[in-house]
């Protein structure tokens, strides 16, 4: 299934490609997941998502695919499979940033292949659900870490709490973006 979103941040576009090509930097921002292990070019971690009544539990990597900076294009492909369950998703995920004005637009296209009890949901509920996510993770790269001066921006870890649908109250998906400090020094477990 194809998704497409977009989104604006407040900072040149030079500063917006540094900042979202830098997994590390942006995984404590990304509503539910927390990013296990870096080796080379391939990230590990798991994530947690509500959707409707069911909420399921990736562990997987991501691996640039493609980074051109002339260009300011990223293509990452990210693979997971459920911890209980039989369930798997995979995606390919193109992010292509675009100068507007003083800030950067982003168009993200997802290919999106989803087996599992998660499946059962319709593109609908799972556009609306990869949009409320979105709007947390813009929200959290623009107070904890585009705010920041580069050199201030202070090490933290996501909280694990599973990423809501649209049917939960707020405070529970207010929960799920409020990331947790991660141990001294930036070190990952």
Same mark, same amino acid.
């Given at each position: 299934?194809?998704?497409?979103?977009?989104?604006?941040?407040?900072?040149?576009?030079? *500063? $917006?490609?540094?900042?979202? /090509?830098?997994?590390?930097l942006? #995984?404590?921002?990304?509503?539910? @997941?927390? %990013?296990?292990?870096?080796?080379?070019e391939?990230?590990?971690?798991?994530?947690?998502?509500?959707?409707?009544?069911?909420?399921?539990?990736?562990?997987?990597?991501?691996?640039?695919?493609?980074?051109?900076h002339?260009?300011?294009?990223?293509?990452? *492909? $990210?693979?997971?499979?459920? /911890?209980?369950?039989?369930?798997? #998703?995979?995606?390919?995920?193109? @992010?292509? %940033?675009?100068?507007?004005?003083?800030?950067?637009?982003?168009?993200?296209?997802?290919?999106?292949?989803?087996?599992?009890?998660?499946?059962?949901?319709?593109?609908?509920?799972?556009?609306?659900?990869?949009?409320?996510?979105?709007?947390?993770?813009?929200?959290?790269?623009?107070?904890?870490?585009?705010?920041?001066?580069? #050199?201030?921006?202070?090490?933290? @870890?996501?909280?694990?709490?599973?990423?809501?649908?649209?049917?939960?109250?707020?405070?529970h998906?207010?929960?799920?973006?409020?990331?947790?400090?991660?141990?001294a020094?930036?070190?990952?477990?």
């Amino acid at each position: 299934m194809e998704l497409t979103n977009e989104f604006r941040v407040t900072v040149p576009i030079d *500063r $917006a490609w540094d900042v979202l /090509t830098d997994l590390e930097l942006i #995984a404590p921002c990304m509503p539910g @997941a927390e %990013l296990l292990s870096v080796e080379g070019e391939e990230y590990r971690g798991a994530v947690k998502v509500k959707v409707g009544p069911i909420t399921a539990q990736y562990k997987g990597k991501a691996t640039f695919q493609e980074k051109d900076h002339a260009a300011h294009r990223a293509v990452i *492909r $990210a693979d997971g499979r459920e /911890t209980r369950g039989q369930g798997n #998703a995979s995606a390919v995920i193109t @992010a292509t %940033l675009t100068e507007d004005g003083d800030a950067t637009a982003v168009r993200l296209s997802t290919d999106l292949t989803i087996s599992g009890k998660a499946a059962q949901f319709g593109r609908g509920v799972l556009a609306d659900v990869s949009a409320k996510l979105l709007r947390q993770f813009v929200q959290c790269l623009e107070s904890n870490v585009l705010s920041a001066d580069p #050199a201030s921006v202070p090490d933290s @870890a996501p909280d694990d709490t599973p990423v809501a649908a649209a049917d939960v109250p707020a405070p529970h998906q207010e929960a799920a973006t409020r990331p947790a400090p991660r141990p001294a020094g930036g070190a990952l477990p």
